[in-house]
């Protein structure tokens, strides 16, 4: 039977899950975001492509090197929902 504790339980553990993820994605864009700002801030060049492009080859590569780890935590965390959800149900 599904109690408040145990989907209490699914719901902590799938943020914390999204947090991670999301944080493998954004953080490096983050960082190259800021290196780009502080550059167009000590070069006073306002270029939009300079702030985005190298941004976009940043995500696209953490996503290129960090895919496969994804995938598997996410196969991880679907096939122990499924195990808690068989175990709820008898």
Known sequence: ???PDVAVD???ASLKLV???VAVLVLPGLIVGFVVGIFQAATQ???QTL???PRLLVTLL???LTGGWMASQLMDFC???????AALVG
């Open 1 to 3: 039977m599904l109690t």
């Open 10 to 12: 699914l719901v902590s």
């Open 19 to 21: 947090m991670l993820l």
């Open 45 to 47: 060049i306002n270029e």
């Open 51 to 53: 702030s985005f492009l």
């Open 62 to 64: 953490a996503i290129i």
């Open 79 to 85: 096939v122990e929902v499924f195990r808690r959800a």
